[in-house]
């Protein structure tokens, strides 16, 4: 059985996707994708179906750039839902200037609503060098910020390192 909430985070192509998703498929429920990301170029859009690519037709596919409330509202206890993933959740808010403080309280009460199992991936961006730009240093701030309030509210969190997870807070 799934925890109410498991969070997934790792560096960027460090299989922290796939098993997020293989978390989903091995739970027995209905298997549900949010996805979040936005297709900003060709970049984006190849990484997009590449993701696409991997699922099979039992997952049911929504997508949500913004708002997750209305997704995550309507899920029930039979399904267990992936958000993949929370970095590009932050980017749209980021690049559509949104009060970021009210948009993670927002997400906070839509997972803490949601009847069904949730796994949220997330970037981990605080490892690499001190970015060179203020605006790119904010970001990387805001990230962290919301990865230690997405931990704190996980029943498990889990770093994915080169497709091994290293379970820092509860159980698999």
């Known amino acids: 059985m799934l925890p109410s909430m498991t969070f997934v985070l790792g560096g960027a192509a460090s299989g922290k996707s796939v098993f997020a998703e293989n978390i989903i498929i091995n739970s027995a429920l209905t298997p549900v994708y949010l996805a979040t990301a936005r297709v900003w170029d060709a970049e984006i859009k190849k990484r997009v179906q590449v993701h696409q690519n991997r699922r099979t037709s039992v997952w049911a596919n929504f ?3 913004h708002d ?3 997704v ?3 899920r029930h206890k039979g399904e267990a839902v992936l958000i993949d ?3 590009m959740w932050l980017t749209n808010h980021v690049m559509d200037g949104t009060d970021l403080a009210q948009a993670q309280s927002e ?3 839509a997972l803490a609503g949601c009847p069904a199992p949730v796994v949220i991936v997330s970037n981990e961006l605080g490892q690499g060098i001190v970015p060179a730009d203020a605006d790119t ?3 990387r701030e805001a ?4 990865n230690i309030t997405l931990a704190a509210h996980a029943d498990t969190a889990i770093q994915v390192v080169a497709g091994l997870p290293n379970v820092l807070k509860g159980a698999l």
């Open 63 to 65: 997508e949500a750039t």
């Open 68 to 70: 997750l409330a209305p």
């Open 72 to 74: 995550l509202s309507d």
């Open 85 to 87: 993933c929370a970095t």
């Open 107 to 109: 997400l906070l009460q």
């Open 137 to 139: 240093r904010a970001f």
């Open 143 to 146: 990230q962290g910020r919301l």
